[in-house]
């Protein structure tokens, strides 16, 4: 399987079997993990002045991609986002 790029749409299927799209915002590699910044395409497409939901997905494999449950690995994933934003990468 390919290499998971920003700009990149997934899709994933819920605990209800619903498939729902999401959009790669960001990528980064820390401590040998994969890390993505998503974000669902409904939220993206829609044309208003609320905020998009983004959230964290880790995994080496687009197919065996989970969501981070430990509040510490979020915090430390979220601030290196937005360390990486900050410096344009």
């Known amino acids: 399987m390919e290499k998971v790029e920003t ?3 997934l899709t ?3 605990e209800n079997d619903q498939e729902q799209e999401i959009e790669v915002l960001g ?5 040998g993990t ?7 395409t409904d939220e993206l ?3 208003t002045d609320e905020e998009v939901n983004v959230f964290f997905l880790k995994g080496e ?3 065996q991609l ?3 449950d430990d509040d510490d690995e979020f915090e ?5 986002f937005q360390n990486a934003e900050e410096q344009g990468e």
Not at 34 to 40: H, I, N, R, S, T
Not at 76 to 80: F, G, R
Request: glycine content about 4%; proline content about 3%.
């Open 27 to 31: 990528t980064l590699k820390m401590d």
């Open 12 to 14: 994933l299927v819920d």
């Open 76 to 80: 430390k994933v979220s601030t290196a």
């Open 61 to 63: 494999d687009p197919e």
């Open 66 to 68: 989970s969501i981070i």
């Open 7 to 9: 700009g990149d749409i």
């Open 45 to 47: 497409e829609e044309d």
């Open 34 to 40: 994969e890390y993505m910044a998503v974000a669902f």
